[in-house]
């Protein structure tokens, strides 16, 4: 099963320039939601990550709706956990959601057919192979961009459900990241104040998380060695 390049739920083909909220736009948009301040300096740093990019294939998107809030026009979720499918269909976070192995993302879709593939909170999930792996194959299937989100190191994290994929078999570093030829910007503030699922370790939260902010704002942001995680941005040759 393939999915379509440029059409999106209502059968209607994209055309012309990127279609993404401005920056303002966007950060109005999330603080009237009362959004985390870290969950708005994500969405930020990923609208920037995604400039220039019209289609993206959002892999192990669960039910999140975060391109939808970006403002990307056409987006493609692909998810192996049946429940996140059927509720993001419900819930229409995506204009076509695809149910499969993330293993075998080639069996789906054709080389360069997105200008972006992403992965958010997802490549910590496989063994370091399988993660190679996933790397390789989205690099193949993006033209512009390939994007991941991912713990800084490895974080020890269980499952939620019995049969779910929660579970994290592996960890990804700065260093190792940029070996692999991406640009590395820390995330969530240092890594010292954060635990499983990347809550914050002691409270009041709420006194934590502005000493995490600060951290963020004038340490690990660009020292991502020292954040808790890293979003990582490969920029690919346009043929």
């Known amino acids: 099963m393939a999915a379509s390049r440029f059409i999106t739920s209502s059968g ?15 950060f ?5 939601r009362k959004a985390d301040p870290f969950a708005i300096l994500n969405m930020l740093a990923l609208r920037k990550a995604l400039a220039g990019c019209n289609s993206v294939l959002d892999i192990g998107c669960s039910s999140s709706s975060t391109m939808r809030t970006l403002g990307v026009r056409n987006i493609i979720g692909f998810e192996g956990y049946l429940p996140f499918v059927e509720k993001a269909r419900q819930l229409h976070t995506h204009d076509q959601m695809v149910h499969g192995n993330i293993s ?13 593939c992403i992965a958010m909170d ?11 792996k996933l790397m390789q194959t989205m690099e193949q299937i993006a033209r512009k961009r390939v994007v991941f989100f991912t713990p800084n ?4 994290q269980g499952h939620t459900a019995q049969d779910d994929f929660e579970v994290h078999l592996s960890g990804w570093e700065t260093n ?21 699922y990347h809550f914050l370790k ?18 690990t942001r660009w020292q991502p060695q020292n954040a808790a995680a ?9 043929v």
């Open 202 to 219: 002691h409270r009041p939260r709420a006194f934590w998380g502005l000493v995490s902010l600060f951290g963020h704002g004038f340490w």
């Open 122 to 132: 997802v490549i910590e999930h496989f063994q370091k192979p399988d993660g190679l």
């Open 104 to 116: 075998d993302l080639s069996d789906y879709f054709q080389p360069k057919q997105f200008d972006a």
């Open 176 to 196: 190792e990241m940029r070996g692999y030829g991406y640009q590395v910007y820390g995330a969530l503030g240092p890594k010292s104040l954060r635990g499983e």
């Open 12 to 26: 209607r083909k994209v055309k012309g320039a990127p279609f993404m909220k401005s920056r303002t736009k966007l």
């Open 153 to 156: 190191g490895f974080l020890p």
């Open 230 to 238: 890293i979003l990582c941005v490969k920029n690919l040759a346009v």
């Open 28 to 32: 109005l948009e999330l603080t009237r």
